[in-house]
């Protein structure tokens, strides 16, 4: 087992007490918990009234567009 003391998770888990636990498949990055996004991961985007959250496709009346 290849593993050491740290004072931060990796960027793809997240922290909760003393424990590093891995982001959802949807998350790049994750905070508090495994769904609450930071970033998304490829092929995945944040919803506009929820940015924590991230879906592979728009739910009804939503539509993929550029923020820019």
Known sequence: IN???ADK???NQFRL???CFNCEIQCETCSNF???C???AF????LS?????CVK??????????PG
Do not use: F, H, I, W
């Open 3 to 5: 593993q050491v003391c």
């Open 9 to 11: 998770c990796p960027s």
């Open 17 to 19: 007490q003393d424990s």
């Open 34 to 36: 495994a769904n609450s």
């Open 38 to 40: 930071d970033k998304c």
């Open 43 to 46: 092929g995945y985007y944040p």
């Open 49 to 53: 009234n929820r940015p924590k959250n």
């Open 57 to 66: 496709e728009c739910p009804t009346k939503y539509y993929l567009v550029d």
